[in-house]
């Protein structure tokens, strides 16, 4: 274990975040006490469970604690995600005699009687510029723009000598959280932290194992917090826009539907003329009936809603189609072909060099299959070959022309 302690005040706020933890009944990891210790500009590259949640409460509670009328910011890609970082900062100051300490409260900022603040932001430029800050946390940088990073965030320190602290899994190198990671001239300026899924205890090696097994190639990323190839698959992922925070109502599911072993495809998304904004996801195995259905009215989506369903109706995805029109919906029914599927890949590709599709970050498993995208003896499919996520994708991009549904009775 390392101590990057270099001064009292440093000292008395890792002292604190230690305390909070043992006050909460949590017991860190030695990577985690280590980057509490940290003092100054710090950039985590990290896998998936490793606990940066409960340290980021920590560093932006201590520090606002001990630091009297400071501001920290959070910011992640969503408000959501935001929200979530900053309801454990809520649950620790509301551990007594910590709860002593609060002035007032809301849903997004905490304001302390030493006349300090935590404010929890979306990554929206709206939203942030205008701050002066003490120390800002950015949750899953590498998968924020980074001007953002580099036009907002940045100035919002520059005048209070104040600290950045990145933390992300591992997404794209053209990227100024990937530039700082490893660039060799800021060690002075930067803690650098790689913190693989198997440094946490509490996740087995059997665990991991099955994780490796079912992600292929994308397993380093995820989990051995290691980059991978940008351009691995057909797609320039450089050039798909994540969204922040897509506040806007579902008016298109597009559904690819497996066999009774394999797995289904559901993309939940808003489309306006060419624009189209990719909102969540679900990947279940299996093409049950009422698995659809479910899916479809855990959404708040009914048969009298003005709703787009496009479904894969080639094989077995005929059976979903007549099963939906059963229920009341209206789905339109695709049926591929090579040269259907070649013509829909290439305007997708269109779609994406034309920043035409936006996609919601917490898509993390379309963006996978889109970053493991081959076309191999004319067919599109990804390097472990789970798909159905991507061709849920690519009936966005497929000529709308249907055949009539069979309806059964």
Same mark, same amino acid.
């Given at each position: 274990?390392?101590?990057?302690?270099?001064?009292?005040?440093?000292?008395?706020?890792?002292?604190?975040?230690?305390?909070?933890?043992?006050?909460?009944?949590?017991?860190?990891?030695?990577?985690?006490?280590?980057?509490?210790? $940290?003092?100054?500009?710090?950039? $985590?590259?990290?896998?998936?469970?490793?606990?940066?949640?409960?340290?980021?409460?920590?560093?932006?509670?201590?520090?606002?604690?001990?630091?009297?009328?400071?501001?920290?910011?959070?910011?992640?890609?969503?408000?959501?995600?935001?929200?979530?970082?900053?309801?454990?900062?809520?649950?620790?100051?509301?551990?007594?005699?910590?709860?002593?300490?609060?002035?007032?409260?809301?849903?997004?900022?905490?304001?302390?009687?030493?006349?300090?603040?935590?404010?929890?932001?979306?990554?929206?430029?709206?939203?942030?510029?205008?701050?002066?800050?003490?120390?800002?946390?950015?949750?899953?940088?590498?998968?924020?723009?980074?001007?953002?990073?580099?036009?907002?965030?940045?100035?919002?320190?520059?005048?209070?000598?104040?600290?950045?602290?990145?933390?992300?899994?591992?997404?794209?190198?053209?990227?100024?959280?990937?530039?700082?990671?490893?660039?060799?001239?800021?060690?002075?300026?930067?803690?650098?932290?790689?913190?693989?899924?198997?440094?946490?205890?509490?996740?087995?090696?059997?665990?991991?194992?099955?994780?490796?097994?079912?992600?292929?190639? !994308?397993?380093?990323?995820?989990?051995?917090?290691?980059?991978?190839?940008?351009?691995?698959?057909?797609?320039?992922?450089?050039?798909?826009?994540?969204?922040?925070?897509?506040?806007?109502?579902?008016?298109?599911?597009?559904?690819?539907?497996?066999?009774?072993?394999?797995?289904?495809?559901?993309? !939940?998304?808003?489309?306006?003329?060419?624009?189209?904004?990719?909102?969540?996801?679900?990947?279940?195995?299996?093409?049950?009936?009422?698995?659809?259905?479910?899916?479809?009215?855990?959404?708040?989506?009914?048969?009298?809603?003005?709703?787009?369903?496009?479904?894969?109706?080639?094989?077995?995805?005929?059976?979903?189609?007549?099963?939906?029109?059963?229920?009341?919906?209206?789905?339109?029914?695709?049926?591929?072909?090579?040269?259907?599927?070649?013509?829909?890949?290439?305007?997708?590709?269109?779609?994406?060099?034309?920043?035409?599709?936006?996609?919601?970050?917490?898509?993390?498993?379309?963006?996978?299959?889109?970053?493991?995208?081959?076309?191999?003896?004319?067919?599109?499919?990804?390097?472990?070959?789970?798909?159905?996520?991507? !061709?849920?994708?690519?009936?966005? !991009?497929?000529?709308?022309?249907?055949?009539?549904?069979?309806?059964?009775?």
């Amino acid at each position: 274990m390392l101590v990057y302690i270099k001064n009292d005040v440093c000292n008395r706020c890792f002292k604190l975040a230690l305390k909070i933890s043992r006050l909460y009944g949590i017991t860190l990891f030695d990577y985690q006490i280590d980057m509490l210790s $940290v003092e100054g500009n710090c950039i $985590v590259l990290g896998g998936r469970q490793i606990g940066k949640t409960t340290i980021t409460a920590l560093k932006a509670l201590s520090h606002a604690i001990i630091h009297a009328n400071t501001t920290t910011l959070i910011v992640s890609p969503s408000l959501r995600q935001s929200l979530h970082l900053f309801d454990y900062i809520i649950q620790f100051i509301n551990i007594d005699p910590l709860n002593m300490l609060i002035e007032s409260k809301s849903k997004t900022e905490l304001k302390l009687v030493n006349g300090s603040r935590i404010i929890s932001l979306p990554s929206s430029p709206n939203t942030i510029r205008g701050y002066t800050a003490h120390l800002v946390i950015v949750d899953e940088a590498n998968f924020i723009d980074e001007e953002l990073i580099t036009s907002v965030l940045f100035p919002t320190i520059s005048t209070t000598r104040g600290y950045l602290w990145l933390i992300s899994t591992p997404y794209k190198k053209d990227h100024i959280f990937y530039q700082i990671y490893t660039s060799t001239s800021n060690s002075n300026d930067w803690h650098k932290f790689r913190i693989p899924s198997s440094m946490n205890p509490l996740i087995s090696k059997e665990f991991l194992a099955m994780q490796e097994q079912s992600l292929g190639i !994308y397993y380093k990323q995820e989990y051995e917090a290691e980059y991978i190839d940008d351009h691995t698959g057909i797609f320039n992922i450089s050039k798909v826009i994540l969204d922040t925070d897509l506040q806007l109502d579902i008016n298109t599911i597009y559904i690819d539907v497996g066999g009774y072993s394999d797995y289904m495809g559901i993309l !939940y998304c808003n489309k306006k003329g060419n624009l189209l904004y990719v909102l969540d996801e679900y990947q279940g195995q299996g093409q049950y009936l009422d698995q659809v259905n479910n899916q479809i009215v855990s959404k708040g989506i009914n048969p009298d809603q003005s709703i787009s369903i496009v479904v894969d109706s080639t094989g077995v995805g005929r059976g979903i189609e007549e099963y939906l029109i059963q229920l009341g919906y209206k789905p339109k029914g695709i049926i591929w072909n090579r040269d259907k599927q070649r013509d829909a890949m290439i305007k997708a590709m269109y779609a994406i060099q034309n920043k035409q599709l936006f996609i919601s970050s917490k898509c993390f498993m379309l963006i996978r299959q889109m970053k493991e995208a081959v076309f191999k003896t004319g067919k599109l499919t990804t390097l472990s070959g789970i798909d159905d996520l991507l !061709y849920a994708l690519m009936l966005a !991009y497929a000529d709308n022309t249907k055949r009539q549904a069979r309806i059964l009775y």
